[in-house]
């Protein structure tokens, strides 16, 4: 299965930040569309970083609540993996994986057109072992 199989079931919608959004605003998004993790946008449109719980709350760990009015872009990871439509879930599982990452953002062409959380290969690899196991199962009983 693509990459671009995957997005076509779960859809493209991807929720973007700026880097000068303060965390709190960050927050409140990542509440709203029940999300772990958003891209953030640079102002051409490419991607600049990604922001997750996990980095909000590490961060909150070491600088306390005044982090709520920092900019995103002090807690961004900017060491971003991407994928393209044309890659392979196998190949994203193994990059995830191997990166310990969780969401990864999926771009054509410099431009986000999607991105990929764990729990959506673990979805698809499941979809696929049932789709298996009903063709095994058909195949039995034929005989």
């Known amino acids: 299965m693509r990459i671009a ?3 076509r079931s779960k859809g493209s919608t991807v929720a973007t930040a700026e880097p000068g959004t303060p965390v709190r605003e960050l927050l409140a998004a990542l509440a709203e569309h029940n999300i772990g993790a958003m891209v953030v946008l640079a102002a051409d449109e490419s991607v600049a970083g990604i922001v997750s719980e996990r980095d909000v709350v590490r961060r909150l760990n ?3 609540a005044a982090l709520l009015e920092a900019p995103v872009a002090d807690i961004m990871s900017t060491e971003v993996f ?3 439509p044309d890659d392979s879930v196998d190949s994203l599982s193994v990059l995830m994986t191997e990166r310990r990452i969780r969401h990864v953002p999926v771009v054509r062409d ?3 057109v999607g991105i990929v959380s764990i729990g959506d290969v ?12 009903q063709q095994l199962e058909a195949y039995i009983t034929q005989g």
């Open 5 to 7: 199989d995957l997005l």
């Open 62 to 64: 070491d600088h306390g």
């Open 110 to 112: 410099g431009r986000l």
């Open 82 to 84: 991407t994928c393209g």
């Open 122 to 133: 673990v979805k698809s690899r499941i979809k696929k072992l049932e789709e298996d196991q």
